[in-house]
């Protein structure tokens, strides 16, 4: 065979095997991102094409109200799961990393509640916190009066909050043991011999080696709590809660572009400044760390 037939070959091979996954990404994600940035400016709805507006879409978001109270509820969603997402896996996984008798029941409890599904996640916390439900039930126990955390608007989101938290501990908390099991033996040894205790270990040797884990959580778990609908959605309903106040940006989308009268074209231009945001808060995640490095 001639050498420029086989450097043909060997040049266009690795390509074949991966066509069928560009297809797949090509398919169901590049093409779909394409067609919502065109729509996005447009005037489309469900059952019509819509004409080209330019930047009338942007332009109305920016003077929307729903768009900023769901802005506002997303950014209080990061501030306030992302710590806890960081911290608490850590914590678990400190916890279970030792080889003692019966420990990989605890990493299997600690990690079922992410193979489980959402919605079955949220029926039981939803039955939990209802009026008449497992938590209002003890404190009627206690002596204490019902709260409504499915009604309030705040409540409702500090519960989906809890539930997003307890959701992604077993997750993370994989994460957190892969990195620990790669903290060299050597440095908690060396620091031993010099007298460390096991807190001073762990803030000289562990935490440090832990530091690239940490924001790469912190970079997840921000994206993922920016852009967050199931847990907020099946708490609340279709239609956001009380006066849907507790609407964070991605149920805003999901309610502006459904139905028979649908302004998708007005949702895509929503999704779009939903992808900008979650990419520039991921960015500055990671370059806080790049800073912090010098």
């Known amino acids: 065979m001639p050498a420029a037939r086989i450097r043909t070959h060997r040049a266009i091979t690795p390509w074949l095997f991966l066509l069928p996954g560009l297809g797949v ?13 065109g729509r996005a400016f447009t005037d489309a ?3 019509s094409p819509g004409h080209w507006v330019g930047l009338r879409n942007f332009q109305d978001i920016w003077q929307d109200e729903e768009f900023w109270t769901a ?5 209080l969603y990061v501030v306030l799961v992302v710590p806890f997402t960081v911290l608490l896996p850590l914590l678990l996984a400190l916890l279970v990393q030792g080889r003692l008798p019966g420990i990989g029941f605890f990493r299997s409890a600690f990690y079922l509640p ?35 955390f499915l009604g309030d608007a705040w409540l409702l ?14 997750y993370y908390m994989v994460v957190y043991l892969a990195a620990l099991a790669n903290v060299p033996h050597e440095l908690h040894e060396a620091a031993a011999m010099d007298g460390a205790g096991a807190l001073r270990r762990f803030l000289s040797v562990t935490l440090p080696a832990l530091r690239p884990t940490m924001v790469l959580v912190a970079a997840l778990s921000s994206v993922s709590a920016f852009k ?5 959605y099946l708490l609340a ?20 572009g459904t139905g028979l009268g649908g302004r998708t074209g007005y949702a895509s231009a929503l999704s779009l400044v ?21």
């Open 45 to 47: 709805r469900t059952l």
């Open 274 to 294: 939903v992808f900008v945001i979650a990419l520039l808060l991921m960015l500055l995640v990671l370059r806080a760390n790049r800073e912090e490095d010098r």
């Open 157 to 170: 989101l500090l519960s989906a909050m809890a539930l997003t938290v307890w959701k992604g501990l077993g």
């Open 71 to 75: 802005l506002g509820n997303s950014t």
């Open 237 to 256: 309903g279709p239609n956001g809660g009380p006066a849907g106040r507790d609407t964070t940006l991605v149920m805003l989308v999901q309610r502006t």
């Open 25 to 37: 990404i090509g398919a169901f994600s590049l093409y779909p991102f394409v067609t919502t940035v």
């Open 114 to 148: 992410v193979v489980a599904s959402m919605v079955v996640v949220a029926l039981i916390w939803e039955w939990m916190l209802d009026d008449r439900g497992l938590v209002n039930g003890i404190l009627r126990l206690l002596g204490g009066g019902r709260v409504d």
């Open 228 to 232: 967050v609908f199931s847990e907020v």
